[in-house]
């Protein structure tokens, strides 16, 4: 390994924590657009018009990777479009699911997390990390690097209109609590029992990939599992979910886990704390009840 | 014209187990063709439909993957022909190598001016080779598609964005991952299936095509800690909810 190696931060988002905490060495950010960021001792800004996917060479142009340095991208629709560029750029593996990265090395959770996969690479390695839920401790000296990034031009492509509804924004990675629902749900109306309990309890909603694209009965930004969001709250309540590994890979970090199904035998209790067997539509409305009652004294 | 659909011919791993060692045994699980790539073929063949182009499914992976039967699986979704890597090698491969290939692949097609692929494998699930495939090709790469018409110049790409929808214009070639809901797909009539064995269908190995090589090797495989559960059970909601309390989980 070598000493002066840099991790290099490529984002268009603030919440890069996880990925100032798995970095070694310097820490160079390569931010696109124009959020703050803070945590790191170098940026490199690239300013942006139209999408931000079109920008992929610039940012390949901006990140100055050495053998030997990591390149960590956070892990949304534009980020992987930017590291797929650095690793076909730079001919290096793609990493994902990081749990711990030093130059040459790393410890990948594979195919859901269900196994941790030891690798060694020469050169440059590229890993997607997700985002975060707050942005990086203060720092007050970072020094700024301006980019001229009009020596290439970006992929010719812009944005002919959007619509984005402002009220959808659920922010699954910083709920402290969630309670996700399941096919136990018979109709779209019946997540009002969970919707209840969260508002008592302080919790936001998620779901099962079924109830957003079979049922379309949820947004998708609340759909949990693994390729959705994967979550690590404190408290997880899975309501009516029977615990396939593509849902539990995404919330099986929770510090603690709450089942409730009428299935004695679904998976998603070898993976609780606390377990019910019973109906939700009986064991919700009695939860909601109960804790307006402790908080009542 | 060509537009190529890149898919994958994988293992469902509802039905792997992790040995003791780490290692996942595969031995139960059936590949087929990856859960949502029907979407991402049924995409790329209404694009092809509207401009008169070549669907051209393009795939990598053991050799498994150029048997009749995955071929016929395949082509019966509607492709006009296929080039596959075929190759036991392959199951080595970092994503980078495999979109690398992908990228062969798809330049050996020639005139390809639109990559569909689906939102990520179900074995995997990393969703990165869409991406990387750009990256060696150097087109732009638009993810979280459900929609792609063409037009004179390029595409018209609609994209899920947090919270709605965006509608980006693309000028020249360029590679899309669906969303898993885009599209419904066609199920494979009997005719297409019969129709399926008669396409014309390249099956290389590696020593066929130009691919990166990406120095990474794995040193091994070990079981993730395991999260420790308390696993109390409950009959009734008021005494988990008083539990929740007592241990100041609420």
Same mark, same amino acid.
């Given at each position: ?12 988002e ?32 690239l300013a ?5 996917e ?9 990140v100055?990777?050495q ?44 195919y ?6 030891d ?21 007050s ?69 079924p ?49 409730i199904n ?8 070898d ?27 | ?42 995409? &790329?063949? %209404?694009v ?9 499914? *393009?795939? $990598?992976?053991?050799?498994? !993957?150029? +048997?009749?039967?995955a071929r ?18 392959s199951?080595?491969?970092?994503s ?7 990228a ?12 569909v ?14 991406a ?21 110049? &390029?595409? %018209?790409i609609?994209q ?7 509608? *980006?214009? $693309?000028?020249?070639?360029? !590679?899309? +991952? ?32 130009d ?26 909601a ?13």
């Amino acid at each position: 390994m070598r000493d002066d190696m840099t991790t290099w931060i490529v984002t268009t988002e603030p919440t890069i924590a996880p990925l100032c905490q798995l970095a070694v060495g310097e820490r160079h950010a390569v931010v696109v657009g124009d959020c703050e960021i803070t945590g790191v001792d170098k940026v490199t800004r690239l300013a942006i018009s139209g999408p931000a996917e079109a920008y992929a060479p610039q940012v390949v142009a901006a990140v100055a990777a050495q053998p030997g340095d990591i390149i960590l991208v956070v892990n949304n629709s534009v980020g992987r479009v930017y590291a797929g560029a650095l690793a076909a750029a730079f001919h290096a593996p793609m990493l994902t699911g990081v749990r711990n990265i030093a130059s040459g090395a790393a410890v990948l959770g594979r195919y859901g997390g269900m196994t941790f996969q030891d690798v060694q690479f020469d050169g440059v390695a590229v890993g997607l990390v997700e985002p975060g839920d707050i942005p990086a401790s203060a720092q007050s000296h970072i020094s700024i690097q301006a980019h001229d990034a009009h020596a290439i031009a970006p992929y010719p492509a812009t944005c002919e209109s959007e619509e984005t509804n402002a009220h959808a924004d659920i922010n699954l990675n910083a709920a402290r609590r969630i309670i996700g629902v399941g096919r136990g749900f018979v109709a779209k109306e019946d997540i009002d029992l969970a919707r209840q309990l969260a508002a008592v309890i302080e919790a936001e909603v998620g779901c099962t990939r079924p109830l957003v694209e079979g049922k379309g009965w949820m947004e998708r930004d609340a759909y949990l599992g693994v390729s959705g969001h994967t979550v690590s709250p404190q408290l997880y309540i899975a309501v009516g979910i029977s615990g396939q590994i593509h849902h539990t890979a995404g919330i099986d970090q929770s510090e603690t886990i709450v089942a409730i199904n009428n299935d004695e035998t679904a998976a998603i209790f070898d993976i609780a704390d606390y377990g019910l067997v019973g109906n939700l539509y009986e064991v919700l409305p009695k939860m909601t009840k109960a804790v307006r009652q402790h908080k009542n004294g | 014209m060509n537009i190529a659909v890149a898919y994958k011919y994988a293992p469902n791993p509802q039905d792997a187990r992790v040995q003791p060692d780490g290692q996942v045994d595969w031995s139960r699980a059936k590949p087929a063709v990856s859960e949502n790539d029907p979407v991402a073929i049924e995409m &790329g063949r %209404r694009v092809a439909a509207a401009c008169g182009a070549q669907l051209i499914g *393009v795939c $990598v992976g053991p050799q498994i !993957v150029g +048997a009749a039967m995955a071929r016929k699986n395949a082509m019966s979704r509607g492709f006009d022909r296929g080039i596959i890597l075929a190759d036991d090698q392959s199951a080595q491969w970092n994503s980078t190598q495999i979109a690398s290939a992908l990228a062969s692949l798809i330049q050996r097609a020639e005139d390809v001016t639109l990559v569909v692929a689906g939102d990520s494998s179900i074995d995997d699930a990393q969703g990165v080779v869409p991406a990387i495939i750009a990256g060696y090709l150097q087109w732009s790469a638009f993810l979280d598609v459900i929609d792609c018409e063409p037009t004179d110049d &390029g595409y %018209r790409i609609t994209q899920r964005v947090h919270g709605g929808t965006r509608t *980006v214009r $693309v000028s020249g070639p360029c !590679v899309i +991952a669906t969303t898993s809901d885009a599209v419904t797909p066609a199920v494979p009539s009997m005719k297409d299936i019969l129709a399926a064995g008669k396409k014309p269908v390249d099956v290389l190995t590696a020593s066929d095509i130009d691919c990166d090589d990406i120095g990474i090797t794995t040193v091994g495989y070990r079981k993730p800690p395991v999260h420790q559960r308390k696993k109390r059970m409950f009959s009734h909601a008021d005494e988990l909810v008083a539990a929740l309390y007592e241990d100041e989980v609420l």
